[in-house]
């Protein structure tokens, strides 16, 4: 186990009708903010009016900016940072997915910034300052309603980059999980994906003997893997609902890398994918997760065979473990499809001209991965199996 | 599930050594601190060396109260707000185990008070100011290094109460477990089944659809049973330390009881051996628990059948499920025998003349736990059980 620190002071505030408490837990910190959102969800479910309402009735003035895209976009990060600047605003509340939270989070570091805020994402700064953010919470699958990362498309590449800091963990999260009955079977399976990737991309480590993260890992996976066929046919379950929304942020509120490396080299290569063909960030996960473990599992065998032993009840051969191996990739790669997502670049509809630009752009600041070091042939090798 | 509100920001600093780090955490919140200790372990152990170091280096002024005895006493904790109120001080260090961490979250609560102290603890009234409390732990066991409780006994009963409040949790608890090796089998062995209990009183629950929590907890004891055998047998085995000390602090930090009632009748029945008897509150739960199970199973037989499965690898019988159940709940007896603790009251030495006492004191307050309701009658026959 390595050395670590471990602090997510995130408090969460989860179950049915949370977002009455918005307006109170807001006022804690201030009466005048952003309120930032999405494309208008929010305001298609009632959520908007509920929120609007506690806002009110606690005596928090707020200015809105709505329209945080999927991916979203460095534009209006300046925009928020602009406004908040203007209106001298010091706290944002985001009420949306990982995209509006993520770009809240932006705002955040960029307000009480000198330079241009793309400074952060391009390592030419590290954040000193952020204003306080808060989340409702729409769409289980970032984890950004604890995380201590974000992650924004600059246009101008376009370049989709994050960064990391404690200074953004946001103060509260109220999460709902009836808010998520509205969720499309795309959307739920894309947040599914994107939830497990966090989870897998912990897992996958050169770390030895981390006992304890690696049974909280496989408890979170078969969790998310048992109530997400539930999810998708019977969208108004609530308990199954419950479980996926809790279980998205256990993936990535760091309590499961705790005493161990994580890999992210699967991040890095999705990244470039849905920069360039914007599509979800979880459906470029489903794809390239299995053919980055055909890449690698050969690193650590007995790592990939108790993934599928304890993850996917694959029986172990112990005469042929990588026979185990293979057959839990290829239930992973099988509970993708099961669940309605692509599995193939061919079959998400993107072309296979420009993966020799996508392996040199992932790999723009050097190697990636800790499980295994990947360089730009190496990325390019994975792009290539995950044709179709 | 239930609605839950979880709200944990301890910062946890973990590994080799990290009490060099206590200067500088400690100066973040004050200048002038008690330094709160037990009955000098930390002294022949040279951590009591290292951390008094460190406090120099960073500045940080102190007075010393050490003392603290296992099941710690009010009359000390009355010395420590005399003397926190005397010298201005305003935060607390403990440095020791579970019994001097509560003893300075009692003093911090004590403090602020204009009544005594006892109060919070016979219900008359709650905490609403505490000084902030910092932690260098060195038994895993209590989970107090992150938990909001904490448990004193008043020697005028002697009464053994506990209370629960946000504002005790500490502030950063260090946490190395090289620390640990000095610990003897007994102390090793008792801390493992109070962590143990603590995630059962959780698992133990009356509320339904709770797969993540459950896997969560049982992810926790698989670690503590397979490692428990390596640190009593080698105790200098810096990985098997590492995952009994982080899992103690998973064990009781409230995230495997988000959305779901625990028991807690256990840790009631055993208060009173130890209060009565001063065993160890650990060696008290390995006793107490198994034949608590064995009066309430039959509640919820499919539960203590998934306990026995998934934590015990019991085969399940499907046609029944009781054999099942009782063949878990055996091996989590053989168990707690195997790592040399006692089973029943007459291996602990512990007479049966006061059982009817203990009895009543457990339920003062009214009949104890959750998962079944146990009356002043019930405990009595689990002590009887208990008698061996």
Chains 1, 2 share one sequence.
């Not at 705002?107 to 009480?112: D, E, L, N, S, Y």
């Not at 112990?318 to 239930?331: A, K, N, Q």
């Not at 723009?364 to 499980?371: E, L, Q, R």
Request: aromatic share 10%; hydrophobic share 40%.
């Amino acid at each position: 186990m390595e050395n670590f620190v471990f602090h997510n002071p995130t408090k969460i505030i989860f179950g049915r009708n949370t977002e009455e408490k918005v307006g109170e837990e807001t006022a804690r910190f201030s009466r005048k903010i952003l309120f930032h959102y999405g494309q208008g969800s929010i305001k298609r479910i009632g959520l908007y009016d509920r929120v609007v309402e506690s806002l009110k009735k606690a005596g928090v003035e707020f200015i809105e900016l709505g329209g945080v895209q999927p991916n979203p976009r460095l534009k209006l990060v300046e925009k928020g940072i602009e406004i908040c600047r203007k209106e001298k605003i010091d706290f944002i509340l985001a009420v949306g997915g990982g995209s509006a939270i993520d770009s809240a989070k932006a705002i955040a570091v960029g307000v009480p910034y000198e330079g241009h805020v793309w400074d952060f994402f391009e390592r030419r700064a590290q954040p000193e300052k952020a204003l306080p953010v808060g989340v409702v919470l729409t769409i289980p699958a970032a984890g950004s309603e604890s995380s201590a990362s974000a992650v924004i498309t600059n246009e101008a590449g376009p370049y989709k980059r994050g960064i990391y800091s404690l200074l953004i963990r946001p103060k509260f999260a109220i999460m709902n999980p009836e808010v998520t009955f509205s969720l499309s079977p795309y959307q739920t399976a894309c947040g599914i994906a994107d939830m497990m990737a966090h989870v897998m991309e912990r897992y996958f480590t050169p770390t030895k003997n981390v006992e304890l993260t690696d049974r909280l890992c496989e408890a979170t996976l078969k969790t998310i893997i048992n109530n997400a066929p539930v999810v998708i046919k019977e969208p108004d379950n609530y308990d199954a609902r419950a479980e996926i929304m809790w279980a998205s942020t256990i993936a990535h509120n760091d309590l499961l890398s705790t005493g161990r490396i994580g890999d992210w080299a699967t991040h890095a290569i999705e990244h470039e994918l849905s920069a360039l063909y914007d599509i979800p960030h979880g459906a470029g996960l489903a794809i390239l997760f299995p053919y980055w473990m055909l890449y690698v599992y050969k690193k650590d065998v007995e790592r990939f065979a108790q993934f599928a032993s304890r993850v996917w009840n694959v029986e172990v051969n112990f005469r042929d473990l990588e026979s185990t191996v293979l057959e839990g990739i290829e239930r992973l790669k099988s509970f993708f499809k099961s669940i309605g997502l692509p599995t193939t670049l061919k079959e998400a509809n993107i072309p296979d001209d420009r993966l020799e630009e996508m392996a040199e752009k992932a790999t723009w600041a050097g190697p990636i991965g800790n499980f295994v070091k990947l360089e730009k042939e190496d990325v390019l090798r994975i792009y290539q199996m995950a044709r179709g």
